[in-house]
């Protein structure tokens, strides 16, 4: 059998003599690769040699029994930053949302009050409905605003208990949303009214690191006004797997049952936690260069004039376009010369950025796109 050391030994070796082009990449993915420049998401972002050297050698153990020492490290400070009590650690943000939503209902009948525009309402497969047997209320900004505001939220709570009517038990909120901060005057006043009403919040905060890292507000300032919060290792922070839901030992403790229960009990997985303690030490700091990235391409595509306004101002690491022409002719133009981006009869575009795109894809992305233009 071969032994973890030689096969290390193997690796390095194969990384040394590997092909990869450096240039083209800010943060190497292992694999031998033709240069692709992956614009869809910032999920599409491969390990890199460091990270996965730093997974094999994790230290690990059965983490149903708690056991896992990389999991609990890395459990402990995500906890620590958010400033609760406790944390768990899931494969997917997907899971950590629909487990925090899970553990915060109790009696039925009861409604899920959240963004029109929210992950867990449009991309989660109606989980809150079928793990909880609750409604989701899916609620505009006001005319005018980008965001969500504690008045308009108001207007859609029910607290009576008309026998006609699902009581809300939960606000959730998102940040960022499209790539937008939600401000933090309308985060504290959303929370305040609900927690007046004794409701619960949670974050989708799958993305709350570029809030972070763009604000300057910090984590804890952010997970203050929320019962729990989910954060994600698999977007703009690079690793492979992994969210982490946060909230008070009681809840986390309950939280971990559900994990349990959806199959999410998972075993050594300290290799993954790994992945995440790598990414918060070295692709965090990272996260900054994205928002540049994205601002610059943002800016150069509307300096050439070429047709393309932007739908939603550039606040983080991802661009709303709308396009001259629709998203699939560009899309294929672009996929001749190795830049990737989801294509569509329409002609909104949305691209992101994440550490494995570098200035010189962006630049590639605009000369590709000028010379399409002025042909
Ligand atoms: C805001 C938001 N929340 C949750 C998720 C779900 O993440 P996962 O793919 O880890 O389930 C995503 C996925 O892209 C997301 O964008």
């Given at each position: 059998m071969l032994r973890l050391t030689s096969f290390i030994h193997i690796f390095r070796r194969s990384m040394s003599s590997s092909t990869v082009n450096a240039g083209l990449y800010r943060n190497a993915p292992v694999q031998n690769v033709k240069?692709?420049?992956?614009?869809?998401?910032?999920?599409?972002?491969?390990?890199?040699?460091?990270?996965?050297?730093?997974?094999?050698?994790?230290?690990?153990?059965?983490?149903v029994f708690d056991e896992d020492p990389t999991i609990n490290a890395l459990q402990d400070r995500i906890a620590d930053m958010a400033g609760h009590e406790a944390a768990l650690f899931c494969p997917t943000?997907?899971?950590?949302?629909?487990?925090?939503?899970?553990?915060?209902?109790?009696?039925?009948?009861?409604?899920?009050?959240?963004d029109h525009r929210a992950h867990i309402f449009n991309y989660e497969a109606a989980?809150?409905?079928?793990?909880?047997?609750?409604?989701?209320?899916p609620v505009q900004p006001a005319p005018g605003q980008t965001h969500l505001t504690a008045s308009v939220i108001e207007k859609h709570l029910v607290l009576d208990?008309?026998?006609?009517?699902?009581?809300?038990?939960?606000?959730?909120?998102?940040?960022?949303?499209?790539?937008?901060?939600?401000?933090?005057?309308n985060i504290k006043e959303i929370?305040?009214?609900?927690?007046?009403?004794?409701?619960?919040?949670?974050?989708?905060?799958?993305?709350i690191w570029n809030a972070c890292v763009a604000t300057g507000i910090s984590l804890k300032e952010y997970c203050s006004h929320f019962d729990s919060i989910s954060m994600c290792?698999?977007?703009?922070?690079?690793?492979?797997?992994?969210?982490?839901?946060?909230?008070?030992?009681p809840f986390i403790k309950k939280a971990k049952h559900f994990r349990k229960m959806y199959g999410g009990g998972w075993r050594q997985a300290g290799i993954l936690a790994a992945a995440g303690l790598y990414a918060l030490d070295h692709h965090l700091p990272l996260l900054t260069t994205d928002h540049q990235n994205a601002q610059y391409l943002a800016q150069t595509l509307l300096d050439l004039n070429l047709g393309f306004?932007?739908?939603?101002?550039?606040?983080?690491?991802?661009?709303?376009?709308?396009?001259?022409?629709?998203?699939?002719?560009?899309?294929?133009?672009?996929?001749?010369?190795?830049?990737?981006?989801?294509?569509?009869?329409?002609t909104e575009m949305r691209l992101v950025f994440h550490h494995q795109i570098t200035r010189e894809a962006v630049d590639k992305f605009v000369r590709v796109l000028k010379q399409f233009f002025e042909k």
């Open positions: 240069a692709v420049h992956d614009f869809r998401s910032d999920t599409v972002t491969k390990p890199t040699a460091e990270m996965l050297n730093v997974m094999m050698t994790a230290d690990v153990g059965d983490d943000a997907t899971m950590t949302n629909q487990i925090a939503v899970r553990t915060h209902l109790t009696a039925p009948p009861y409604t899920v009050l959240c989980g809150i409905s079928f793990h909880c047997g609750a409604g989701l209320v208990d008309d026998v006609h009517h699902a009581p809300t038990r939960v606000v959730c909120l998102e940040n960022t949303l499209h790539g937008m901060i939600v401000p933090l005057e929370t305040a009214l609900a927690h007046k009403h004794d409701l619960k919040t949670h974050l989708d905060g799958a993305r290792f698999s977007k703009g922070l690079g690793a492979p797997v992994g969210s982490v839901l946060v909230g008070s030992k306004s932007l739908l939603h101002p550039v606040e983080t690491n991802m661009v709303w376009l709308n396009a001259p022409v629709p998203a699939d002719i560009l899309a294929e133009v672009l996929a001749k010369e190795g830049i990737r981006v989801f294509g569509g009869s329409g």
